[in-house]
């Protein structure tokens, strides 16, 4: 499942760096940080983001605090490369579109390929 906006992708963005649980409030705070998006909004903008995120099981709520901690369901790693497979799973010819995928690689990330292919 995709992150459906820019301010979804941002929020996600901030718990996984983070790798902490953070409240609605911490990160409207990051995001307002000029490294960030440097953007400001309103914190019940967040907490909507942040609800429909969990509604997509990509956000866990912990409840026994106020005001209430989210932090990321999974790992970016995990997520993206949930992505790859649901992008592969759309195709008829999965080994054309993984062929074309490792033709654009560079020879650093080739290399990486070949040890994990190596590994298993």
């Known amino acids: 499942m995709n992150l459906s906006g820019g301010l979804e992708r941002s929020v996600m963005d901030v718990l996984w760096a983070g790798g902490e649980s953070l409240s609605a409030y911490d990160i409207q705070a990051k995001l307002a940080e000029p490294q960030d998006s440097g953007r400001e909004f309103a914190a019940t903008t ?6 429909r995120l969990e509604s997509k099981n990509f956000v866990v709520r912990e409840r026994e605090t106020r005001p209430h ?10 997520h993206m490369a949930d ?6 799973g759309r195709v008829d010819d999965r080994a ?12 650093e990330e080739a290399e990486t390929l070949r040890r994990i292919l190596a590994g298993r």
Not at 46 to 51: A, D, F, G, N
Not at 69 to 78: H, K, S, T
Not at 83 to 88: K, N
């Open 83 to 88: 992505l790859m497979h649901e992008v592969l």
């Open 96 to 107: 054309a579109v993984l062929e074309r995928f490792v033709g654009q690689v560079s020879n």
């Open 46 to 51: 967040i907490l909507t983001v942040l609800s």
């Open 69 to 78: 901690l989210y932090r990321a369901a999974e790992r970016r790693e995990a």
